[in-house]
C-alpha cells in the first residue's frame, strides 16, 4: 500500500530556533501534499497544500512566514517552523495524495514541543 | 464552507457492531473517508467511498452513504479492543478533505 514517511516523530526545541520536518511518499508520487496541525482532542486544520515544484497555497490565518514549505520533488515536501515559540507546540501531521485512486495518506505526525 | 459532524463518543461491547455516524453538507463531495488514529499516531485510511455508491464491504468494515440525506456510517463487525481509538469522517475532492471532530470509540471487555 500507499505509504507516507514523517521526520521526526517527536521534537523538543528552545524559543526562537527553527525546526524543519520532512514528509515522504515512499512507494509512490504525490502530486499533491498538505500539511495539517492537530490540537489534543480536536481535528486536523488544514494548514497548507504544497504541489511539487510551486508555492504551497495556505490557509486563511496561517502565517506563510512562519511556516515554510517547500515541495522540492515529487516525493518529498518538508515544513519549517521560523523561530518557533511555545504556542507553535502542536502535532504536525502531513499526508500526500497520489496512487490508486488518487487518495490521501498521512505520515504518522510530527510532534513538536517548544520550551 | 462544508461542515461534517460526527458524535464524539462511542462504547461498544467487545465482540458487538460498532456503527459510526457522520453527516456532511458539501454535496459536491467526490469521496468519503473513514480514517482511524490510535493514541500518538497519524492517520491510518480504514475505508473511502466514492460519492456515485451506496455501500462498500471491506472484511469487518462497511460502509453505508445516503447522498440524500448526507450521510454516512462505519460499521465495524467483531469489534475488538484494538479497534479502540479516534475515527474521523472526512469528504472532499481533488483538493482538500474537510474533517469531522472524530468519534472516540472505546471497546469494553
Known amino acids: 500500500g500507499a505509504v507516507v514517511s514523517q521526520h521526526p516523530s517527536w521534537v523538543i526545541c528552545k524559543s526562537g530556533t527553527s525546526v524543519k520536518i520532512e514528509c515522504r511518499s515512499l512507494?509512490?508520487?504525490?502530486?499533491?501534499m498538505f500539511w495539517y496541525r492537530q490540537f489534543p482532542k480536536q481535528s486536523l486544520m488544514l494548514m497548507a497544500t504544497?504541489?511539487?515544484?510551486?508555492?504551497?497555497?495556505?490557509e486563511q490565518g496561517v502565517e506563510k512566514d512562519k511556516f515554510l514549505i517547500n515541495h522540492a520533488s515529487l516525493t518529498l515536501s518538508t515544513l519549517t517552523v521560523t523561530s518557533a515559540h511555545p504556542e507553535d507546540s502542536s502535532f504536525y501531521i502531513c499526508?500526500?495524495?497520489?496512487?490508486?485512486?488518487?487518495?490521501?495518506?498521512f505520515g504518522a505526525g510530527t510532534r513538536l514541543s517548544v520550551l | 464552507g462544508e461542515d461534517v459532524e460526527q458524535s464524539l463518543f462511542l462504547s461498544v461491547r467487545e465482540g458487538d457492531s460498532s456503527v459510526i455516524n457522520c453527516t456532511y453538507t458539501d454535496s459536491s463531495s467526490t469521496y468519503l473517508y473513514w480514517y482511524k488514529q490510535e493514541p500518538g499516531a497519524g492517520l491510518q485510511l480504514l475505508t473511502y467511498i466514492f460519492s456515485n455508491m451506496d455501500m462498500k464491504q471491506d472484511q469487518r468494515l462497511t460502509v453505508l452513504l445516503n447522498k440524500k440525506d448526507k450521510h454516512l456510517s462505519l460499521r465495524i463487525a467483531d469489534t475488538q479492543t484494538g479497534d479502540s481509538a479516534i475515527y474521523f469522517c472526512?469528504?472532499?475532492?481533488?483538493?482538500?478533505?474537510?474533517f469531522g471532530a472524530g468519534t472516540t470509540v472505546t471497546v469494553r471487555a
Open positions: 504544497s504541489n511539487e515544484g510551486s508555492k504551497a497555497t495556505y
Open positions: 472526512a469528504e472532499g475532492n481533488d483538493y482538500k478533505l474537510s
Open positions: 499526508s500526500a495524495r497520489g496512487g490508486t485512486g488518487n487518495i490521501q495518506y
Open positions: 512507494d509512490f508520487q504525490a502530486t499533491t
